[in-house]
């Protein structure tokens, strides 16, 4: 009976003391240290406008549906763009029902960017990503979008341009992805310009 308090008791220690340290300890240091090395990132990446007011995350496409922003990628996340539901469309490339929605985009692409029917249009603008909440669009797409977007809000296309460049990031580490323009922070940073020339 001696053993078995004494065991009884060992294993509750030990309980209590992993509790305390992976429970508690662990977390908050990790906690600690994200705060301390990259707090941005650990607070979700969020994206401020002029005010200060959060209009979203860096990391998470939203929807722009004016002319006189650029476009993300089509969702096929819940209703679009819905981070509770993140995900493709699971269609596959002999799908009919992924084949007419491609067909029905690349039109409506082509009709809003006022392109020529037969005109190339970027795989990104007409296809969802895997989790249908990309933020980034493809430099080519945004170039295509750019001169909509300067003729609706009245600015030189070379200032949009130039935005759409200082928003191109590289790939990663050099070799890994593509580059991409993040939507969310250049519509932001179209809103602080002034609205005519």
């Keep these: ?7 009884l008791r060992t294993s509750l220690l030990l309980t209590l003391v992993l509790a305390l340290l992976l429970c508690g300890a662990y ?20 994206v401020t406008d002029a005010t200060g007011a959060v209009r979203g995350s860096a990391l998470l496409a939203q929807n722009f549906t004016s002319d006189k922003y650029f476009q993300p990628r089509p969702s096929a996340a819940g209703t679009g763009y819905d981070a509770a539901n993140s995900s493709g469309t699971n269609l596959g490339p002999t799908s009919k029902k992924l084949a007419d929605a491609v067909q029905a985009a690349v039109a409506a692409y082509r009709a809003s960017n ?4 037969d ?11 895997g989790s249908g909440l990309d933020p980034h669009i493809s ?3 945004a170039r295509i979008q750019a001169t909509r977007v300067a003729r609706t809000r009245g600015l030189p296309i070379e200032r949009v341009n130039a935005l ?14 593509e580059p991409g323009v993040n939507v969310l922070l250049l519509n932001r940073d179209l809103d602080a310009l002034p609205a005519r020339r």
């Design 119 to 129: 005109a190339p249009v970027p795989a990104d603008a007409v296809t969802s990503s």
């Design 139 to 141: 430099p080519a797409n």
């Design 27 to 46: 977390p908050l240091l990790v906690w600690g240290g994200a705060q301390l090395l990259f707090p941005a990132q650990a607070n979700g990446s969020l």
């Design 114 to 117: 006022r392109l020529a029917a």
């Design 1 to 7: 009976m001696k053993t078995l308090l004494l065991e």
């Design 164 to 177: 759409v460049t200082a928003h191109t990031t590289g790939r990663d580490l050099g070799v890994l992805g």
